[in-house]
């Protein structure tokens, strides 16, 4: 039994990851499509079908994908091996039996906007959001701020509202709603938690895109939480990712900061659909009709083609 073999994780090539895939931009060809629902187990391949946009499907197939080529590479667990389940939350989780692994590896995905990200970490807590800014369906922008008001704190709506142009109030406000998601995603709560009890001081005020910050600190119920990391990239212009990192596991020392990441360094590599596949094992067979029923899909309701700056 390959179980035998595995080494522990302490003896496996173990490291932060952070990935990518731009799926709004795939255009997927009918043998890539095909190949791609052939690669997820059978409810997964189900789930997906039942999409009523091809922008909505492409999403979840980029999630699904990206869980398991981590899983191949991180845990060397064959693809074809893989069973993925979700929490009663509704959070992807592995289901494989792991005995004799000391280490657990928690990852986590998101998508919105044109891209579908993962994070992962060896011996923390882990979530992760990504939003892309743009404009709110119907109404202005304050409008839509006074349906959210309720979701951020006094001094959060301060620092939304101190920026000089609307445009850049929304992306402030973005910004804070993916630190909220991905701290709510770290500690698997799902929704009814009062997004009211975190308040998050942002530092620096503006990303430069590509780059890693870590500077932003967050409050629950009025006290800083000193074993939070709070990781922050702009993967573009317009997509904002935050990464919540819980205290590393067996951190001893109760008032040593956890250690933080250089700022300078590019926190996510974006994938191709060849990198998503390039271990991949089959599961199913090929089933031509998946291909007609994506293509019989209008990509994205119509509001959000123009749903933007």
Known sequence: MFWRAMASLEQLAMESVRWAFAYSSWGPCREDWLLAMRLVQPEEKERIGQFVFARDAKAAMAGRLLMRKLIVEKLNIPWNVIVLERTSKGKPVLANDLRGIHSPFNFNISHQGNFAVLAAEPNRQVGIDVMK???????????????????????????????????????????????????????????????????????????????TYNETIMLLDGEEEKDWTFEETRLDDCHHVAVALGKPEGFKEQHAEVPRKDVTQTAFTVLAFDDLVASAVPLTPEDPACWDNFCSRQDSPARQSSNSR
Not at 148 to 167: D, G, H, L, P, Y
């Open 133 to 211: 800014t743009s404009l709110p369906g119907s109404g202005s922008i304050p409008d839509f701020f006074r349906i959210m008001k309720r979701q951020f704190t006094e001094e959060e709506w301060r620092a939304i509202t101190s920026m000089r142009n609307e445009w850049l109030q929304l992306e402030m406000f973005h910004r804070h709603w993916t630190l909220k998601e991905s701290f709510i995603k770290a500690i698997g709560v799902g929704i009814g938690f009062d997004l009211q009890r975190i308040e998050f001081n942002v530092s620096p005020a503006q990303l430069e895109v590509g780059r």
